[in-house]
Every structure is written in C-alpha cells, then in structure tokens.
C-alpha cells in the first residue's frame, strides 16, 4: 500500500527563453508508486522532468522526501535519491557493458541496496553482455542497460523518459516488468510514456498533460473509462 509522498510538485512553471512550456503543474508520487505522465510530444512531460531534476530552471514548488529541491543543481538533486533516465539513452559507448554499470554505482557494501547481480538478474541478457561494447549493444539493451545504470546510483526515486520509444514488443513488455520489478523494492517511477498500452498496465495512477498543465489525474481504470480525455488529449 502507497502511504506518504515521496514527490510532490505544485505550481511548477518553467521557460525556455520566452516560451512558457510548463504552465503551473501539480501532481505527486507515493512510495513505490508508478505514476506515469502521458500526452502528445511537446506539452511539457519532459521539461517537468528536466525542471524537477534541475536542467530547465524550475520555478514553483517541488518537494522530494520532504525537503525542498526546486533551484538545486542537478547533481544536488542526484545525491538526494532521484534517479533520471533520459530519453536519449546517455550511454558511455566506448565502455563495455558492465563498466557502464559500475559508472553508476554511488555506495559500496552494504550500503547499497543496488549490485552488478542484482541488475543481471532483472535482465539476464546483460550478463550475457557484460563483456560487450555498449554502442555494440542493441536499443533495447542500450534501454535496459541505462535504467540498470541508473539503480546502481541508489535512488529512492527513477523518473524515466520514453524507454519503450523504438523498441520490439516484446522488449516493450520486459521494460513494463523491470518498472513493475523496481517499484516492488519501495522505489518510486514517474514514467514519461508515449504508450498507452504500458502506461495503463504498470501505473498505479496516470496524468495526462495539455499545453504545460495536468488536465487529467486518476486511475489507468479512470482513463479507460473517459472517452473524451482519451480524444480530446491522447489521440492522434
């Protein structure tokens, strides 16, 4: 059961050079909560990350474990517990598979709650990798290999853009299970997707965004039963 919020953003608004793309968003993730927010390219889901992890300057309120991060530089925001996976899959290419892991590791012996075995066992396939050049690798393990990278760092919080984009059904559906995997260890996903269909399966809740605000919060059951939101915000 989610209990107290690990994330709460509340009148975020934020620019680039006068363009006002983030236009007062509020909305909140619970502890070990997938919260994923959906909507057509350009309405802000990104920047709302960008602005949270201190990329885009934000300006308004965002809380994270109970303490202010708003105006923090990004590695700040790191070293309080949230995780970012961007959409570009920031990979070191020359490294092999298992350096790029041990790139991301933050705390060492018992401290960690994250291991090389612990990500090999939520993608095998990157152990049977590990001795392989990353740009070698295919999207979907470059994908997993990011968001694996991104744990060995410890977070408390992962927010993760667009990781199905490009990818085969079939690795569409292993990422839906690691979000599902990650969340069941206390670890809370706010998940900017393109794809209804991994949103309304591993989210607890879904907020669909239009011109740089929320204009719908609720359950993925919620969603599904409103066609006009569906239409009005969703479809193409």
Not at 13 to 26: E, I, N, P, T
Not at 91 to 106: A, D, Q, R, Y
Not at 157 to 182: C, H, N, W, Y
Request: with cysteine.
């Amino acid at each position: 059961m989610v209990n107290a919020n690990m994330l709460e953003v509340k009148d975020l608004h934020a620019y680039y050079g006068k363009s006002h793309v983030l236009q007062g968003v509020d909305f909140n993730v619970g502890r070990g909560e997938i919260v994923s927010l959906l909507g057509r390219n350009g309405v802000g889901r990104s920047t709302t990350c960008k602005a949270i992890m201190g990329l885009v300057a934000p300006h308004g309120t965002i809380h994270f474990d109970g303490e202010s991060v708003a105006g923090l530089k990004s590695h700040q925001v790191a070293r309080r517990g949230i995780g970012y996976v961007p959409e570009d899959r920031l990979i070191f290419s020359g490294l092999t598979t298992k350096e790029n892991l041990e790139m991301g590791v933050k705390k060492v012996g018992a401290q960690a709650r994250w291991t090389l075995d612990d990500a090999y066992r939520l993608f095998p396939r990157l152990a049977e990798r590990a001795d392989v050049k990353a740009n070698l690798l295919s999207g979907g393990e470059q994908q997993m290999l990011t968001m694996c990278r991104t744990l060995m760092g410890d977070p408390k919080l992962i927010m993760i853009d667009e990781p199905t984009e490009g990818l085969a059904p079939q690795i569409v559906s292993q990422v839906g299970d690691f979000l599902l995997k990650i969340a069941e260890q206390g670890i809370s996903v706010l998940l900017v997707e393109q794809r209804l269909s991994i949103a309304m399966r591993v989210s607890h809740r879904v907020h669909v965004m239009g011109h740089g605000r929320i204009v719908f919060e609720g359950t993925p059951a919620d969603l599904e039963a409103d066609d006009a939101v569906r239409r009005e915000w969703l479809e193409v």
